[in-house]
């Protein structure tokens, strides 16, 4: 098994301790490129300021370089270092602190009632829901959520070097009608809502004046949402499948929900692995990075190392000190974890106030293609699987 495939493995966890024991940090001669398994190690070179989310020579990949959808890309402050990621997290992470879990409820409840079955359209709860509820905080208006939502699933395509042609470009054309959209709600003068006057606020108060990088990372916010809460969400489905007595003699109450999401973020990752760049030499540890070294990050590893998280491989409610490294850390730590917790967590509790016993329905799972992420797709005992 190589890292990559072990982020779709059936259970890629037995694999991760192993390589833990063998060293926090070893270098991979086949694949040519660190491994970074440990916790320790891990947390150090997300902090590292050398350790960069780009190569130096390639900051946007070569397949989307000239379209659309890499005009996006090399704008989004989680690709970017310095003032090209400051100032937009600035503009925008105090807006997304400001979310209280009552009002991502209230349009949680909202947006599930516009969806199509979603206790039988898994599909619609995963993916669909969480990008209509960013959506909605922004200020798409009801009937503009189902757009919203493809063009979002057709822009994300692009992130991934498995995508072939026909997904690259429908993921230039999603990104040139979402670029297209947020200019039409920048210009009404009411900015469509209070969270997107929040951050035009931040924006106008701020030096960072690039309009284009704004609408960037504007849907920079769904697509984050995108792949990464639908995985929370699937993987929390799938934790209840496989321990149906998580709530015995217990109504899933908002806090025990959000007890459940939490520990599934930490013990089946939606984002199993993501990758540092160095830019310069530097010592990490015991071992010298050269520049131009490339160190996959094990997440997933990371969050069942028994020195960050005691007794890692077993699920608890009520983990004290949980330690979870699936949305990073440092200075790129996702600054919406709260509102994909939060957002997961009441799709969720949506979703057994409609069907109590869903984790007693006949569903099977795989898990999409993918060398980072971690999201099931699930049909029913009677369906072919999908190919």
Same mark, same amino acid.
């Not at 079955?117 to 959520?145: C, K, R």
């Not at 070294?293 to 077993?314: E, Y």
């Given at each position: 098994?190589?890292?990559?495939?072990?982020?779709?493995?059936?259970?890629?966890?037995?694999?991760?301790?192993?390589?833990?024991?063998?060293?926090?940090?070893?270098?991979?001669?086949?694949?040519?490129?660190?491994?970074?398994?440990?916790?320790?190690?891990?947390?150090?070179?997300?902090?590292?300021?050398?350790?960069?989310?780009?190569?130096?020579?390639?900051?946007?990949?070569?397949?989307?370089?000239?379209?659309?959808?890499?005009?996006?890309?090399?704008?989004?402050?989680?690709?970017?270092?310095?003032?090209?990621?400051?100032?937009?997290?600035?503009?925008?992470?105090?807006?997304?602190?400001?979310?209280?879990?009552?009002?991502?409820?209230?349009?949680?409840?909202?947006?599930?009632?516009?969806?199509?079955?979603?206790?039988?359209?898994?599909?619609?709860?995963?993916?669909?829901?969480?990008?209509?509820?960013?959506?909605?905080?922004?200020?798409?208006?009801?009937?503009?959520?189902?757009? +919203? @939502? #493809? $063009?979002?699933?057709?822009?994300?395509?692009?992130? /991934? %070097?498995?995508? *072939?042609?026909?997904?690259?470009?429908?993921?230039?054309?999603?990104?040139?009608?979402?670029?297209?959209?947020?200019?039409?709600?920048?210009?009404?003068?009411?900015?469509?809502?209070?969270?997107?006057?929040?951050?035009?606020?931040?924006?106008?108060?701020?030096?960072?004046?690039?309009?284009?990088?704004?609408?960037?990372?504007?849907?920079?916010?769904?697509?984050?949402?995108?792949?990464?809460?639908?995985?929370?969400?699937?993987?929390?489905?799938?934790?209840?499948?496989?321990?149906?007595?998580?709530?015995?003699?217990?109504?899933?109450?908002?806090?025990? +929900? @959000? #007890? $459940?999401?939490?520990?599934?973020?930490?013990?089946? /990752? %939606?984002?199993? *692995?993501?990758?540092?760049?160095?830019?310069?030499?530097?010592?990490?540890?015991?071992?010298?990075?050269?520049?131009?070294?490339?160190?996959?990050?094990?997440?997933?590893?990371?969050?069942?190392?028994?020195?960050?998280?005691?007794?890692?491989?077993?699920?608890?409610?009520?983990?004290?000190?949980?330690?979870?490294?699936?949305?990073?850390?440092?200075?790129?730590?996702?600054?919406?974890?709260?509102?994909?917790?939060?957002?997961?967590?009441?799709?969720?509790?949506?979703?057994?106030?409609?069907?109590?016993?869903?984790?007693?329905?006949?569903?099977?799972?795989?898990?999409?293609?993918?060398?980072?992420?971690?999201?099931?797709?699930?049909?029913?005992?009677?369906?072919?699987?999908?190919?």
């Amino acid at each position: 098994m190589t890292p990559f495939e072990a982020a779709t493995h059936a259970d890629p966890y037995a694999y991760y301790s192993r390589l833990r024991r063998q060293g926090e940090l070893l270098f991979d001669a086949d694949l040519r490129l660190w491994i970074a398994s440990g916790a320790t190690v891990v947390e150090t070179i997300l902090e590292h300021p050398d350790c960069r989310v780009r190569p130096l020579h390639e900051p946007i990949p070569l397949a989307i370089a000239q379209g659309a959808a890499g005009h996006i890309f090399g704008r989004l402050m989680r690709m970017n270092e310095g003032p090209q990621h400051r100032c937009p997290r600035m503009a925008i992470e105090p807006a997304l602190a400001s979310m209280g879990t009552e009002n991502i409820a209230d349009i949680v409840a909202r947006v599930v009632e516009t969806l199509d079955g979603p206790v039988d359209n898994l599909d619609e709860l995963m993916f669909t829901l969480p990008v209509s509820v960013v959506a909605t905080l922004i200020g798409f208006t009801p009937s503009q959520l189902q757009e +919203v @939502a #493809e $063009l979002t699933r057709d822009f994300v395509a692009c992130l /991934s %070097p498995l995508s *072939n042609e026909v997904q690259l470009s429908n993921a230039n054309s999603g990104a040139a009608r979402l670029s297209q959209m947020f200019n039409v709600l920048l210009s009404n003068d009411d900015k469509g809502s209070r969270f997107l006057s929040h951050i035009c606020s931040e924006y106008e108060a701020s030096a960072w004046g690039d309009h284009d990088a704004l609408i960037a990372n504007l849907i920079g916010l769904l697509s984050q949402t995108c792949e990464a809460t639908a995985g929370l969400i699937g993987n929390t489905l799938i934790a209840l499948h496989r321990r149906p007595d998580l709530f015995e003699d217990m109504q899933p109450t908002p806090r025990l +929900v @959000a #007890e $459940l999401v939490a520990e599934v973020a930490r013990y089946d /990752s %939606p984002v199993q *692995n993501t990758r540092r760049f160095v830019a310069k030499r530097c010592t990490i540890g015991d071992n010298v990075l050269e520049a131009g070294d490339t160190v996959l990050l094990l997440l997933a590893s990371a969050n069942r190392d028994p020195s960050a998280n005691p007794d890692p491989d077993s699920f608890l409610l009520k983990r004290s000190q949980r330690r979870t490294f699936s949305f990073g850390s440092g200075r790129h730590e996702c600054p919406g974890q709260q509102v994909a917790l939060t957002i997961a967590s009441e799709a969720i509790l949506a979703l057994l106030h409609r069907q109590p016993t869903f984790s007693a329905r006949p569903y099977r799972w795989s898990y999409l293609p993918s060398l980072n992420g971690r999201i099931p797709r699930f049909y029913r005992d009677w369906e072919t699987q999908p190919a």
